[in-house]
Structure formats: C-alpha cells, structure tokens
C-alpha cells in the first residue's frame, strides 16, 4: 500500500468502480421512487370502498365506471349497436333509482358501521385502541385523495 494511506488504482479499475456504484444508485434510487411516487396508495381498511360488495353498491358509479362496464357488455356479448344504446338508455334510466336507493339506506349502513367499531373499541387496550383510531384517520385521508383523482 503507497504512503499516506492512498490506494494506487489503474484508471480503468477505478472507473469500473465508479460506474458500478452508479449502477447500483441509479437502482436504489428507481427503486425509491417507483414506492414513493409511483406506487398506488393502498385501499383504506375502514373507509367505504369497493373491496366490500355493500360498499361499492352505496358508491355511486363514475361516468368513466359506466362506460367501461358498458364497454365490457359490448364486447363480451357482441352487441349490436341498438343493443347498445338500449343498454345504455336502461343504465341511464334506473341510474336514478340507484341514487334514491343509495340515499335512503346509507344513513343505517353508517350507523351500523360506527356501532360495530364501538364495539371494536370495546375490546381493545387504551394503546390498539389510539392506533386503531389512526389507521381510521389514515384510512378516510387516503379515501378521500383516491376520490378527489378519480376521473
């Protein structure tokens, strides 16, 4: 090893070092980036969402929803193009119907829900039950972005 602790490296050793790392913290930071920015945020547990089969009955549809099921219809049954627009008119028509419905029975679907963490709460320590509330919190935050991108 030379004097005064400096490593004598060939130039082409040291540059397949300096790319090497490079490499490798081009990979970190992709990597970084794809879980920060790019990756979609997770479904919230507690919030209304389409996981649940009452949940997504009490969200009413997206026009962009609609087309797409009315897309997948098409195709799937090959239908004509007066089928389609029969469709089309029938959706449009008990859309509304849908909506009153959502309406009336919303307010007990969310009375239930709030009774069942009550109960929930019951059973926990002071600690999960702080945590529980936060995941809550979280949750609704989350709910409330995915819905404020929506088309």
Known sequence: MPAHGKLD???????????????????????????????????????????????????S??????????????????LTAAQDSAIDAIMMERAGEFSALRE?????????????RSDMEQVLTPEQRARFRRLQLRDADSARRMSSNAP
């Not at 549809?61 to 090959?78: D, I, N, V, Y």
């Not at 009336?104 to 069942?116: C, G, K, M, Q, Y």
């Open 9 to 59: 490296l060939p130039a082409r050793w040291l540059a397949v070092i300096v790319i090497g790392a490079i490499v490798v913290a081009s990979v970190v930071g992709g990597v970084a980036i794809d879980r920060v920015l790019l990756k979609p945020a997770a479904p919230p547990m507690f919030a209304d969402t389409g996981f649940h089969p009452l949940s997504s009955v009490l969200r």
């Open 61 to 78: 549809p997206t026009p962009e929803e609609r087309r797409r099921l009315r897309g997948q219809l098409s195709r799937e049954l090959a």
């Open 104 to 116: 009336e029975i919303r307010p007990r679907v969310e009375r239930l829900v709030s009774d069942v």
